[in-house]
């Protein structure tokens, strides 16, 4: 495969790279950090043994900067035929009520910015006859909770949408794999006490590498979670208000 | 608000606030105390202003805890990238929190090996640095400090360093075993070592006591790595009684073709009731170890992590133990005063009717450079027990004895030594102590060990 990521630096993103990157996958990082990405890629080169690897300039609050990350890891993989998002920005519920420019950046990296590369990625794709897009979205975004609204509401419209590219576009051959990841021990969920079944990021790497090969349209990871949403989609507003998960 | 490209997702998370503490302990899950725990992919950014790095916590004391609520302990084990590898010299230079068994699954199948493994490979490279550990091949190839070539370091006043035996030479050698206590420890380069086969040649035979068991693992010294498991719960003439086994990499037309595959492990999924592991258990399945290897010379190839990590097919096995924890008493003897000396260690065990689930004995060579480095030339014994109000006075009673006969503990895995005797085992206390007060007058880096044992204020 020839695989665009953003977010390859940290977290499940980092261990995602790392299992493509040991069997052979030629790799392309986006970030805004660039110092950090090189980092990442000289890592991702002694893991894959052979081959360098590229970087490139992309944030998510910076939608100008996606047309040309895109083009410039086409250049270097000469062509790509996989993207895959696992960048985005989280904040607790109550940070996001009480900072309003938080609040903004996290709805329009994790929701309007995210589905505008989506789009790009989405056009390269088809127009070369098809390919894979790989989103990570969140069980966040499968029943409004009181610890994530905000972030949840943003995820949920993320869902939405991917499955929906699924609808109208599998049939042309492109592949939407959109990741729902329950708590999973990263970076990004230091300091939050981890519930029952939290998953590594590893684990989470391995089921997602399995679920773009096959080209499965939705993800839990780990699969405990499915389980775990359906429950609570399944629970009745009057207990919603009154728990606080 | 925190940037958090690609992390992990936190919608299924309870509402809680990211300052709240949490339950800290060593392997051993004893002493249990409260503290901050902060986690990040930034290693050199996180530890300004930090009291203690841990990595993957499998020091079994409380060698990685803080030694106050108040300090601020970061997490190594996100920091975890190969940063340079030079196929030339074998030097490999990574964050301090990348693991062993990611350096194992990367190198062990194109033909290197670390020259220095401790049991488990769920270490980091860091935290292999800081107790500077030994392994089957210590006899041979002393600590995993011997084959450090580089090591960059945060230091008390927020200063990086990097340190060598040529840079900074005694800061380097002070941090080998330092117990993280002279430095953040960021980086580690070290020299990975060329290797015929991934895999391993192994022989072992039983031995029907404990002077046989010693002797024998005295005769393999010509192995590249020697290690012995004891049973020091059986009586009379059996006690001591055990399996040594000796190793070295297969050649490779010994070697199966097919690289090893790795393992995925079980694991223990909670903390068992205090009451589960009981002596009898113990004894019943030492007896089966015992009688399944048979009285003859066993010989054969075997898996490289069923040879070096026996005890990581199942992980969080020291769960088993329950909630009082359990301690690994290791120290060293030397050998010169012989066996008698060293039966009267199993003689004392058995007056204080001391539990010893497991019991490892191994071979130690030279000293080494680090400074407090644990091992001396000798035998080492580890001996596993769950703590109890018994275990303080027999800790005291051992360490009166090794003080005698002129041995000294490991602080991996130290949790119930007093000050005075460790300082009376260990000469080198002074040394190391001047060049902490070099770097670290005021002892901003500190443990709830070196609140124990150096006197530092909580």
Redesign the interface.
């Known amino acids: 495969m020839k695989v665009v990521l953003l977010g390859a630096t940290k977290g499940m993103g980092r261990a995602l790279a790392r299992l493509m990157a040991a069997r052979g996958d030629q790799l392309f990082l986006l970030g805004r950090d660039l110092d950090d990405l090189q980092r990442s890629a000289r890592d991702l080169e002694i893991i894959a043994g052979s081959g360098s690897i590229g970087a490139g300039y992309c944030d998510l609050l910076r939608p100008d900067s996606f047309s040309g990350a895109l083009e410039q890891a086409a250049t270097a993989l000469d062509g790509f035929d996989t993207v895959v998002i696992t960048a985005g920005l989280f904040a607790t519920q109550e940070e996001l009520e009480q900072d309003e420019s938080a609040r903004r950046d996290l709805l329009t990296a994790d929701f309007t910015n995210t589905i505008q590369l989506c789009e790009l990625a989405r056009a390269r794709l088809l127009a070369r006859g098809g390919g894979t897009l790989c989103v990570f979205s969140s069980v966040a975004g499968e029943r409004a909770r009181k610890p994530v609204i905000l972030y949840g509401a943003a995820k949920a419209g993320l869902s939405y949408y991917l499955e929906g590219l699924d609808h109208k576009f599998r049939a042309q051959g492109l592949r939407t794999v959109c990741v729902k990841p329950g708590f999973v021990r990263t970076g990004m969920t230091a300091g939050l006490k981890p519930p029952p079944f939290a998953g590594q990021p590893d684990d989470v790497a391995r089921i997602v590498l399995k679920a773009i090969d096959r080209g499965r349209p939705e993800v839990y990871a780990p699969g405990i979670w499915r389980w775990i949403m359906l429950l609570i989609r399944s629970l009745p507003r009057g207990v919603m208000r009154r728990i606080e998960f | 608000?925190?940037?958090?490209?690609?992390?992990?997702?936190?919608?299924?998370?309870?509402?809680?606030?990211?300052?709240?503490t949490?339950q800290l302990g060593g392997w051993g899950r004893y002493p249990m105390v409260e503290g901050h725990e902060?986690?990040?992919?930034d290693l050199q950014g996180s530890t300004q202003g930090a009291a203690l790095t841990r990595g993957l916590g499998r020091s079994y004391g409380d060698a990685s805890l803080p030694a106050c609520t108040r300090d601020r302990v970061v997490n190594s084990s996100?920091a975890d990238?190969?940063?340079?590898?030079d196929p030339d010299t074998g030097v490999l230079r990574a964050e301090a929190g990348c693991p062993l068994w990611r350096v194992n699954r990367?190198f062990l199948p194109?033909g290197w090996f670390t020259p220095v493994t401790p049991g488990t490979h769920y270490v980091t490279l860091g935290g292999m640095v800081a107790a500077d550990v030994h392994g089957k091949s210590h006899h041979r190839d002393g600590c995993f400090g011997e084959h450090v070539t580089l090591l960059k370091l945060r230091v008390a006043d927020g200063r990086i360093v990097e340190c060598s035996d040529e840079a900074e030479r005694d800061l380097f050698r002070a941090t080998l075993g330092g117990m993280g206590l002279t430095g953040h420890i960021l980086e580690v380069a070290f020299r990975l070592r060329r290797i015929p086969s991934p895999w391993i040649w192994q022989e072992s035979e039983r031995t029907p006591n404990f002077e046989a068991t010693l002797s024998s693992l005295q005769a393999a010294k010509t192995w590249p790595f020697t290690v012995c498991w004891a049973d020091f719960l059986n009586k009379g003439s059996r006690a001591g009684r055990g399996i040594v086994m000796k190793g070295r990499w297969a050649e490779p037309h010994e070697a199966p073709k097919a690289p090893p595959s790795f393992r995925r492990p079980v694991t223990v999924p909670f903390v068992f009731p205090n009451w589960f592991l009981q002596p009898w258990m113990v004894q019943v399945f030492n007896w089966l170890n015992y009688l399944k290897h048979g009285p003859r010379l066993r010989a054969g190839i075997i898996h490289p992590e069923t040879f070096w990590y026996p005890l990581d097919t199942v992980q969080y096995w020291n769960r088993v133990y329950g909630r009082r924890g359990f301690t690994q008493y290791q120290c060293v003897l030397p050998v010169d005063g012989g066996w008698s000396r060293h039966r009267a260690v199993l003689e004392l065990l058995q007056r204080h009717r001391a539990p010893v689930f497991l019991c490892v004995i191994k071979d130690c060579g030279a000293e080494g450079r680090g400074t407090l480095s644990f091992p001396k030339p000798g035998i080492s014994y580890a001996l596993d027990m769950p703590v109890a109000p018994s275990t303080q006075p027999l800790v005291d009673a051992l360490n009166e004895f090794v003080i005698a006969e002129g041995g000294r503990v490991y602080l991996a895995k130290d949790a119930f030594t007093r000050a005075e005797h460790f300082r009376a085992m260990e000469p080198r206390l002074d040394a190391w102590e001047r060049v902490r007060r070099t770097w670290d007058p005021q002892r901003r880096l500190r443990s709830a060990q070196s609140v124990r044992l150096f006197g530092d204020q909580p």
Not at chain 2, 1 to 20: C, I
Not at chain 2, 81 to 85: A, G, S
């Open positions: 608000m925190e940037s958090s490209p690609a992390a992990g997702d936190a919608g299924a998370v309870l509402a809680q606030a990211r300052t709240s949490v902060e986690w990040s992919e996100l990238r190969f940063i340079t590898f990367v194109r």
